[in-house]
């Protein structure tokens, strides 16, 4: 992890740790991520309960990463705003991208993007969710899990 | 690659979930389940997570999935020991596991397995059925 | 604030350390702020040190105050904060350390900077610089003090509202007061934890001594018994009013997967039957 510096001036989010990005190719590299992930949300003081939430939503997006992205990346990156610390996940691919957002956050929806739970279900377990997809143009989904 | 072993005991099957699965390894798990339930006419399936720290819609829905097929295959199953965070996890998550029993850890489980063995005629489980908000002292 | 030639500071702090290190723990020990109940003169005097050192390298680094230069002296404060905050440390109290540090450095400037001039802009700098540091701790003690009234509400919120081991296999959780959002989560957090520990498969939720319950308390509520049952373990809700009964109904809660009761008596009753228990008379009763 690059430590970075910033001032403390505003209450600004502002990343003080960012991982290196993280492959998502197999199956194999999920479960390291999930490992990664549980060891940040450790080392950051998370209680138990949030780490699993934590660790559960990067489980669903990186397989969605996996699964509907052609593979792609993730980055873990540890925020601060004023006292408060929180985690920020973001999972990038160059796939197909998703045509439609609602649709594919809404649960039960099974083709192409979302299967069931896998992206309302990591919404429902972070603080703040945003994707970032148009179709071809790849997606990017961030997630926040404040302390 | 390794694969989670299946304990044979008496009528039921036992498997202890012990490594963070990754999904291959999970589909694995149910193909060899279910094979071993036909194969045996094992009548109970009981899965154990107690060391189970994270259970996401995958393994979920893999779990809800060997339950169906045992049940086609008339078995029962029972999942064991799920830890506080992996269950308010799962709860918020929007997961139910239907047709899945649960008990807090493999002795009881065994002891529900054997319960029903006691009264095959007991209609398919569904989620447990509570008493509703009756105020009166009998039920 | 750039500086690219050598400051007085760096000359100051190098050659003259010993002598501002004295007047600093002279300004110091005069300080309304200072806290021998809390940190002794020996300690107080060895940070300082260690302090000066620190700011003697960085200055000699030429710097800006924001620069990488002076990384080590932001580190250093950053953890005397957090420890002096830990320590009971006010913000304004750990921020005077620093702060009194500008008399000794300005006298040793006014002996050695030749010109009027230049002593104007040098005294400048180390104004700057210190006050940038000054509020650098400041802001590490404030956080560093949120983060402690923060943790100590959690504290709080979970000795609230104690488990009881009602019987074997039996817990019960009476829950007394306004219950807000943060509040709930965290009792049933340790409720789910004492049902692994307690190996109990019953827990009675009492919730007589709550006036009301709003929409994200009763799914919380809800929630909790979905996790137990998910466990392996069963929960029951009683001491419902018949107020907090109509709001439920009012606000659309789905209930009717749940067990309720109206008394904690009538729950226990039937804790007791779900366990496998009975309870009975064996004297008759002794009527006045």
């Known amino acids: 992890m690059r430590p970075r510096r910033r001032p403390v001036s505003m209450r600004v989010p502002v990343p003080v740790l960012t991982s290196d990005p993280v492959p998502i190719r197999s ?43 052609g593979g792609g990346r993730a980055l873990i990156e540890v925020l601060k705003e004023g006292p408060r610390v929180g985690l920020r996940l973001t999972f990038e691919d160059s796939g197909p991208g998703i045509p439609d957002i609602e649709l594919a956050l809404s649960d039960g929806y099974t083709t192409g993007r979302g299967l069931g739970l896998g992206l309302g279900g990591a919404r429902r377990l972070m603080n703040e969710f945003y994707i970032e997809s148009k179709p071809g143009a790849g997606t990017r989904v961030i997630a926040i899990r404040w302390h | ?65 060997i339950a169906g097929m045992a049940r086609v295959l008339d078995a029962q ?63 | 604030m750039a500086t690219s030639r050598p400051t007085f500071l760096a000359t100051v702090l190098q050659e003259n350390g010993a002598a501002v290190l004295d007047a600093w723990m002279r300004e110091q020990a005069d300080a309304p702020t200072l806290r021998p109940d809390l940190i002794s003169e020996a300690e107080l005097r060895q940070q300082s040190s260690e302090l000066l050192q620190l700011l003697g390298a960085a ?73 940038a540091l000054g509020l650098h701790t400041t802001s590490v003690a404030l956080e560093a003090r949120e983060r402690l009234i923060l943790r100590q509400q959690e504290d709080m919120l979970e000795l609230s509202t104690p ?45 007589t001594g709550v006036p009301t319950v709003d929409t994200l308390v009763a799914q919380h509520l809800i929630k909790t018994v979905t996790a137990a049952r998910l466990m392996g373990a069963d929960c029951i809700i009683s001491g419902i009013r018949p107020q907090i009964a109509a709001t439920i109904v009012h606000l659309g809660v789905d209930l009717s997967n749940v067990a309720t009761k109206a008394t904690l008596a009538d729950a226990f009753r039937l804790a007791l039957r779900r366990s496998g228990h009975s309870l009975g008379r064996t004297a008759p009763r002794k009527d006045a």
């Open chain 3, 59 to 131: 200055a000699r680094s030429g710097d800006p105050v924001s620069g990488v230069g002076w990384d080590p002296v932001r580190e250093f404060l950053s953890s005397l904060s957090v420890s002096r905050t830990a320590m009971g440390f006010t913000a304004v109290e750990t921020a005077t350390f620093i702060f009194s540090l500008k008399q000794p450095i300005f006298e040793q400037l006014r002996a050695v900077v030749p010109d009027g001039k230049r002593l104007v802009d040098e005294l400048w700098i180390a104004t700057t610089t210190i006050d």
């Open chain 2, 77 to 139: 199953t029972v999942v064991t020991g799920m830890q506080p965070a992996v269950a308010i996890t799962l709860v918020e998550l929007g997961l139910s596991l239907p047709g899945v029993r649960t008990a807090l850890d493999v002795e009881r489980g065994m002891a529900l397995l054997r319960s029903f063995q006691d009264q095959p005629d007991e209609a398919a489980p569904p989620p447990r059925v509570d008493e509703g908000a009756g105020a009166g002292p009998d039920e």
């Open chain 3, 163 to 207: 488990v009881v081991n009602l019987w074997d296999g039996i817990l019960a959780l009476p829950m007394i007061g306004t219950l807000d959002s943060a509040r709930t989560q965290v009792v049933m957090e340790s409720l789910l934890q004492r049902i692994v520990e307690t190996g109990a498969e019953v827990a009675i939720i009492d919730i």
């Open chain 1, 27 to 69: 199956s194999g590299d999920v479960v390291l991520l999930r490992q990664q992930v549980r060891a940040r949300a450790i080392e950051q003081a998370f209680s138990l309960v949030d780490q699993t939430r934590i660790v559960t939503a990067a489980s669903e997006l990186a397989r969605n990463t996996l699964d509907y992205g």
């Open chain 2, 1 to 65: 690659m390794d694969r989670i072993p299946i304990l044979k005991m008496g009528p039921f099957l036992l498997v202890t979930i012990q490594v963070d699965m990754h999904d291959r390894l999970a589909l694995m798990l149910q193909d060899d389940l279910t094979s071993r339930i036909a194969d045996t006419g094992a009548k109970g399936v009981l899965i154990d997570i107690s060391a189970l720290e994270m259970v996401d819609s995958f393994i979920g829905r893999m779990i809800a999935n």
